[in-house]
């Protein structure tokens, strides 16, 4: 799970933007962190950039497939 210190430093918004799941190699809309719904492996990629790949990682059956969530975006 993404950490931070200061607590002064995010806002929480109630921005669509967190909801989709997108999939592997698909363009990444926002900059900021990205985290895998089947397995909570986090990422950063940059808007515009590639979302990394199926062959990214490895998921065991329970997990299920790759899908990134944006979880903090930056400004
Ligand atoms: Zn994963």
Known sequence: MAQYKYVHYLTNLGDEKFDPAHEPGRTSPHTGIYKCQGCGVEIICLAGDPLPPLSHHQHSLTHGG?????IVATV
């Open 66 to 70: 790759i899908a990134w969530r944006l």
